[in-house]
């Protein structure tokens, strides 16, 4: 315990000068009188972490690998209500776009740390490994396409003792996804007090009105244990920064009814009825032993905007002049008259038709063409009920625009036991066991829709289907120190880990993947924009693996502390793989010592990646295509290209220093992480008309109107390198306690090799979507009765893209947001804060018409903008503490 004691200490000493990267740290800052000392003191040893290290707690100061640590208070100082935007704006390596239509991307939005996938940051809840979500990224941005990490936004600040984010690879310590590093979130254990807080906030825009009610209470769990309970409901309404399209205009200004004033939204999704309740319970069943659980329950609906879809265009509902791959114009099904075939392959674009007796009597059905002004011949259209003929532009003569959804449910539940044995061989020995199971399902909406095969008896809304994951995990851990006569007992750990994991897809509604009796007269299957999941589709894929690893830390010298840790992983379904990872921190003085690791890492595939199939819509050319995900086995797939996937591999090393300075405190850490064989989704490949015919023979849904395939892939390889550096001070000033943070991170990806399957537009995406430079410096000010911070935040150049096109990508300009919050503290239980993020209202980057010309779809802004295209936002709230 010599170790353990003569660490704390240390930490302790650290503390008062040890704050996390770009916070804002608020309460009792460096009082005068002793007392307030001492609570500075007692608050500030939480800034200790867990992850890391498998030896005792230690301080971010006297770790040898670099980490954040985010008080729960501290992530609470923010106008933001999502976990994802709070720790985007406390950490500058980690990034969270918006996603505006982003298919199942905006339904659970995926983050970056130090410019990696969403699914290469391992995220524990106090602790343990923590489930991912049922969502993957089929349309990710680029960096997370095809990417399946946890769903982060479920966790309220609430509910947090601590965040502690872990900056460096940690496989050989964690396992598979801790490749660009670790997120532990530590939930409170407090067994009395608690708070209850109610926020509302809206856009300087007038839109996205948001409500969040959250509490957090401590009870006893008999006298020897507690249970802390946590609740957040919260509902935002969508917002819209937008412009009408030109095509939907020139329509309305042509006559054509029912256009929408704004055809296509650009903006954050509507989120109802958004309720997390986390629980966490402890208790001393003997002086040498605990018992632990936790876990929680969340759900969400969210619905967001969709591509119009234009009445004159849009190929298998609307028609148009349709062309092959190789740009032939295709005749109308069932046109056996030469002369009616001569009409249909006339340079005039013309209205998809179809005969309601069936295919055979198509050719009997007029041809519907389009005017000069760009609108359907209305007297052909009028003429189509008398002969018993149909088009969409008869009931949906302005087009539509779909609205995509789902209901996202979360459930987690860990239990386990943990002590000291205090006899036998093992006795001094900490052990602890436990078994966690989570459960993530996310049911899959689309409105204001149509199966156009289904022509006039088409429903408008659908059910697709769903998507579930489910893990379960099963840990045995072992520590305990030894004296080797060193300066301090080398701890040694070691543990035995079983993980199961299953993904399952769910066929949706019949309508919603049902071929009708149009399908052979041109007119696509399924719900458009998102066809549902056939039964061929639905399965269950599950996967084993199991692991063991050793782990060891040695204090040589008072100054000079090695760690070790080895591990072996074995799957069922590609093998085995171990894993290694070697740091050491060296005191050059009591105030300056430097730190450094190397280690190598894997990532191996989810399940889902590997068996997941898909239909989705998106943008090719400047065109609106449907395009297949399919699995990379799959005979199609391998024609391209696709075999099965492999784990990702990994090499990273770290070298940096900690220097203490009075009252200021320095870190600054250099990282580089090369990632052999990354897991991603493929370049969308065009498709011959002999691929169609092969997909249709396999069963895949719409074949005919497919334009494009894709499938996941380990296609590429890159190098990320970076450095972190952090300085924070503290002092009394203007009459109260001042704490000054500034943080800054230097970032850059290039892609090592890749090929035509990755593409060039994706390689840039990879490479230049992301801020190179990132920053924030903050300022927090505690008096009696009031406190205020102010953050400002600093972006650097990115590449703007828009529509996932490549033909819009630019280089936009670096900017900087302000953030700001003032809180009266009425007494010792209720305070009144407003505050504002992005204060002064900085835009985004607006599109240049020079490379998106026409803004043929509607946006204003560059959806990659790094701190979004909504704008400011504004809130007050209240708090009540007991």
Same mark, same amino acid.
């Given at each position: 315990m010599k170790f353990k004691n003569n660490l704390l200490n240390h930490a302790v000493k650290l503390a008062l000068t040890t704050t996390t990267a770009g916070l804002f740290i608020s309460g009792t800052a460096l009082a005068a009188d002793e007392q307030a000392k001492v609570t500075k003191v007692n608050k500030n040893v939480e800034k200790i972490a867990v992850v890391g290290t498998r030896s005792a707690p230690r301080s971010i100061g006297d770790s040898p690998v670099p980490i954040d640590i985010i008080g729960g208070e501290e992530l609470g100082k923010s106008g933001n209500t999502d976990m994802l935007e709070l720790l985007k704006g406390s950490i500058p390596s980690l990034n969270v776009h918006s996603m505006p239509i982003s298919d199942a991307a905006s339904l659970v939005r995926p983050a970056n740390l130090r410019g990696l996938p969403s699914d290469s940051t391992l995220i524990l809840l106090n602790g343990k490994r923590r489930h991912r979500a049922s969502v993957i990224a089929f349309l990710g941005g680029g960096i997370n396409d095809g990417a399946q990490g946890a769903d982060i936004s479920v966790i309220p600040s609430i509910a947090l003792k601590q965040v502690e984010v872990l900056r460096d690879g940690a496989a050989a310590q964690y396992g598979s996804d801790a490749i660009a590093g670790v &997120?532990?979130?530590?939930? /409170?254990d407090a067994s009395e007090g608690g708070s209850f807080e109610v926020r509302q906030g809206q856009y300087y825009e007038g839109d996205g009105d948001t409500t969040q009610i959250s509490g957090n209470i401590g009870l006893p769990f008999t006298d020897n244990g507690f249970a802390n309970l946590s609740f957040q409901y919260k509902t935002a309404d969508a917002t819209s920064r937008s412009v009408q399209r030109p095509d939907a205009a020139a329509l309305a200004l042509a006559g054509v009814p029912n256009i929408a004033p704004i055809t296509q939204v650009w903006g954050a999704p509507e989120v109802d009825d958004d309720i997390s309740i986390f629980g966490n319970v402890g208790l001393e069943l003997t002086k040498n032993s605990d018992f632990y659980m936790f876990g929680n329950y969340s759900e969400r609906d969210v619905r967001g905007g969709f591509y119009?879809?234009?009445?004159?265009?849009?190929?298998?509902?609307? =028609? +148009?002049? &349709? !062309?092959?791959?190789? +740009?032939?114009?295709?005749? !109308?099904? =069932?046109?056996?008259?030469?002369? #009616?075939? /001569?009409l249909w392959d006339e340079a005039t674009p013309t209205v998809l038709v179809a005969s309601l007796d069936g295919y055979d009597q198509q050719i009997n059905c007029p041809l519907v063409e389009l005017q000069a002004n760009g609108a359907p011949d209305q #007297?052909?259209?009028? $003429?189509? $009920? #008398?002969?018993?003929?149909?088009?969409?532009n008869q009931t949906l003569p302005g087009g539509f625009t779909p609205n995509f959804g789902g209901n996202i449910t979360d459930t987690s539940l860990t239990i386990g036991t943990k002590g000291e044995f205090t006899g036998g061989m093992l006795e001094g020995a900490y052990y602890d066991i436990s078994g966690t199971v989570g459960f993530n399902e996310s049911r899959y909406f689309i409105y204001d829709t149509v199966n156009a095969s289904l022509g006039p008896d088409s429903p408008r809304d659908f059910s697709p289907g769903k998507y579930s994951q489910l893990e379960k995990n099963f840990n045995f851990d072992l520590s305990k120190g030894f004296d080797f006569d060193l300066a301090y007992d080398v701890n040694i750990a070691a543990g035995l880990e079983w993980h199961e994991e299953t993904f399952t897809v769910t066929s949706g509604d019949v309508a919603s993947f049902t071929a009708g009796p149009l399908t052979e007269q041109g007119f696509g299957i399924g719900s458009n924009g998102f066809p549902g999941f056939k039964p061929s589709d639905a399965g269950e894929y599950t996967r084993r693996n199991y692991a063991a690893y050793v782990d060891i830390e040695a204090p040589f010298t008072e100054e000079f502390l090695m760690?070790?840790? *080895?591990?072996? @992983?074995?799957y069922d379904s590609f093998g085995s793989t171990v894993n290694y990872k070697l740091m050491a921190q060296y005191h050059l003085t009591d105030d300056l010592n430097v730190r450094g690791s190397i280690s190598s890492g894997f990532r191996a595939p989810t399940v889902g990646q590997a068996n997941v199939s898909n239909v989705q819509t998106n943008l090719s050319s400047g065109v609106l295509v449907d395009s297949a995900l399919l699995p990379p086995t799959n005979p199609i797939a391998v024609?391209?290209?696709?075999t099965e996937l492999e784990p990702e591999e990994s090499k990273s090393y770290t070298f940096g220093a900690v220097y203490t300075i009075g009252e200021v405190f320095l870190t600054i850490d250099y990282y580089n992480i090369q990632v052999d064989d990354r897991i991603s989704q493929s370049e969308k490949i065009e498709l011959s008309? $002999?691929?169609k015919d092969t997909l249709e023979a396999a069963g895949v849904p719409n074949v005919q109107s497919l334009a494009q395939v894709s499938f996941f892939t380990n296609d590429f390889d890159t190098t990320t390198q970076g450095v972190d550096f952090v300085a924070n001070y503290a002092t009394d000033l203007l009459g109260g306690s001042s704490t000054f943070s500034?943080?800054?991170?230097?970032?850059e990806t290039e892609v090592t090799r890749s090929t035509d399957i990755t593409g060039a537009f994706k390689v840039s995406r990879l490479e230049n979507d992301l801020p190179n430079h990132r920053g924030t410096l903050s300022w927090s000010q505690q008096w009696e009765s009031f406190s205020m911070f102010t953050r400002a935040n600093y972006f650097g150049e990115y590449q703007g893209v828009h529509v996932d096109y490549d033909a819009t990508a630019k280089t936009a300009d670096a900017a900087i947001t302000l953030d700001a919050e003032v809180t009266y503290f009425l007494n010792d239980s209720i305070s009144f804060s407003v505050g504002a993020q992005? *204060?002064?209202?900085?835009?985004? @980057?607006?599109?240049?018409?020079?490379?998106?010309?026409?803004?043929?779809? +509607? +946006? /204003?802004?560059?959806?990659?903008s790094p701190y979004g295209i909504n704008g400011g936002f504004y809130y007050a709230k209240a708090t009540y503490t007991f």
């Open positions: &997120i532990n979130f530590v939930l /409170k119009y879809r234009n009445p004159t265009t849009r190929p298998g509902v609307y =028609g +148009g002049t &349709i !062309r092959d791959v190789n +740009g032939t114009n295709m005749r !109308r099904p =069932g046109d056996d008259n030469p002369a #009616a075939q /001569k #007297a052909a259209i009028d $003429s189509l $009920s #008398a002969a018993n003929c149909f088009a969409f760690g070790l840790a *080895l591990r072996y @992983e074995d024609q391209l290209g696709g008309q $002999s691929d500034l943080a800054y991170n230097w970032n992005n *204060l002064l209202d900085q835009e985004a @980057e607006k599109l240049d018409f020079t490379v998106a010309p026409n803004n043929n779809w +509607g +946006g /204003k802004y560059y959806e990659t």
